[in-house]
């Protein structure tokens, strides 16, 4: 490391030149620097003793700077942090929803995602998505009374998908609940349900001693929806129900079968049927020359969750 530094002082008129660290050859070594480069004055530096001391602290300083600027990292991030790819997304994560928020919304963030919050992301969330795309937490809802609740996160899909989360301890929500509460926190998961919301609960013993159920419910929920939206966009509500048809039956589906559920005629019902076939979510099963039926393939149960 070379510093360089000129300091004019306007009481003695003299200029001070010096460098640290600095080891150059006679031949590379400008005049008035010494050969272990120390501290050397173009004038008469011992003429004034206050010169002296100053040059020395601005020596130290500059010495402690240095030595701090070189401190090398004994081991790479990952192996002092295992969790640092958690911690640092977590950081994102939260510090952009802060920004885009103010007032009570923004305070409600502040004070509502806690320790259990963050561990049912950490435990349960981000091992089986891998990312907070589309989550959001302490998320404002409004119930029948247009009073203004708060969930623990919620996770909306570009398609209008809309899953509620909350983690919820025993303490909060049952050992300290009283009547109305119970009573209120019910009707607002039913009023949600009907407002085409999915409203899941954790408990936060499961997440903090078996973060693997969770995981595994959270997948029955969340999963589909996510398959669904990637790998089927362009489905027809009808053609989905023709799909959870197919699935409820328990054999192979006939366009008889769907004639008589949805009372369609014979094309329509075949037409459905073959545009599931097209997506390879059903297989047609024929003669040759006739389709006499279609079997469902794998993985299609997946979709029928959502």
Known sequence: MECSVEEFL??????????????????????GIGPRGRFFALGRLEEDKQVVDKMNRMKNKIEQNKTKHSVKRSTPISEVEPGFGFESAH???????????????????????????????????????GNFDHL????EIYDWNRRSQFLDFAFITANGDQIGI????????????????????????????????????????DIQRRPEVCRMLLQM??????????ANPTLTPMQKD??????????AIRPKDVMEVYRINF????????TLAEHQLIKPVGDGKYVRYYEIVGGFSKLLLE
Request: proline residues 5%; contains cysteine; glycine residues 6%.
């Open 10 to 31: 306007p009481r003695s008129g003299l200029c001070y030149t010096f460098l640290i660290d600095k080891r150059p050859s006679d031949e590379e070594r400008p005049p």
């Open 136 to 139: 959001h937490p302490e998320y």
């Open 267 to 274: 094309r329509t019902a075949r037409n459905h049927l073959n």
């Open 166 to 205: 909350e983690c919820d301890g025993f303490q909060s929500h049952i050992k300290d609940m009283d009547r109305e509460r119970f009573s209120y926190a019910l009707n607002r998961d039913t009023f949600l349900t009907g407002m085409g919301w999915k409203m899941l609960h954790f408990a936060f013993d």
């Open 91 to 129: 950081a994102t994560f939260l510090r952009q929803h802060l920004n885009l928020r103010s007032g009570e919304r923004r305070g409600r963030l502040e004070r509502g995602h806690q320790y259990a919050e963050k561990l049912f992301l950490e435990k349960v969330w981000w091992p089986l998505i």
């Open 242 to 251: 023709v799909l959870k048809l197919a699935w409820r039956l328990g054999r």
């Open 221 to 230: 929920s969340v999963m589909p929806i996510m398959a669904g939206t990637s």
